[in-house]
């Protein structure tokens, strides 16, 4: 109990400063994953929940419009996979992106663990975490406009906290960075195409579609 109560104390500092106190936080969070090694699973596991519940209510409650009076919405048994391969995929693509920086680490001034890695990516993509919570109501252009902000966040927090995290000059920071940026991109991409590429062609979506009155 007590370090279960220690966990979820330190990863709600650790979440809060994110965003009030990004240029400080890092310090504090390399702290802790060396005193603690995979202290970020809670942190992980826990939040990346949020996009993938938000999805399945709003996806099962609200739907979504295609036509004038009509609202389209997935059963409860196809919204649950679709939202169990979500998560699945918010956790394989923060390892494998905890992996790649692992073995980028190899150039860094000091070379961090697999965990003290998968860690760092997983506190980078907080913001597509919160971004989940516009799963709550399907809609294209609120998808993109929260997604992107979302995005740019990263961004900042990636390229603010991997130089101070790595215990790297802040060049050599800025163009490691860079080049996790890149990778980031390419993994985001391909485990989301896959993901509604397995979900829609093996398990085969199923919608229900009520007209209104």
Not at 25 to 33: A, L, P
Not at 89 to 112: A, E, K, N, Q, Y
Not at 160 to 167: D, Q, S, T
Not at 175 to 202: D, K, P, R
Request: charged content about 10%; glycine content about 8%.
């Amino acid at each position: 109990m007590p370090g279960r109560l220690y966990l979820e104390v330190v990863m709600s500092a650790h979440f809060v400063r994110l965003f009030t106190q990004p240029n400080f936080v890092w310090t504090d969070i390399r702290k802790d994953e060396e005193a603690h090694p995979r202290h970020y699973l809670a942190h992980l596991l826990v939040l990346a929940l949020i996009p993938a519940v938000c999805l399945f209510i709003g996806t099962t409650y609200v739907g979504w419009s295609l036509a004038e009076n009509e609202t389209v919405k997935l059963s409860a048994a196809s919204a649950l996979q679709l939202c169990g391969l979500l998560y699945l995929s918010i956790i394989v693509g923060v390892v494998l992106m905890g992996l790649f920086i692992r073995w980028m680490s190899r150039t860094f001034d000091s070379r961090p663990t697999v965990n003290q890695c998968i860690g760092f990516a997983a506190y980078t993509v907080t913001p597509f975490f919160l971004a989940g919570i516009a799963g709550l109501y399907p809609s294209r252009w609120l998808a993109i406009t929260v997604l992107g902000a979302a995005s740019l966040y990263s961004t900042f927090l990636l390229f603010v906290g991997l130089p101070i995290f790595m215990h790297e000059r802040k060049e050599q920071g800025l163009l490691n960075a860079a080049s996790v940026w890149g990778v980031g991109l390419l993994v985001l991409v391909t485990i989301l195409v896959e993901m509604i590429l397995l979900w829609f062609n093996y398990l085969g979506p199923e919608y229900v579609r009520v007209t209104g009155v």
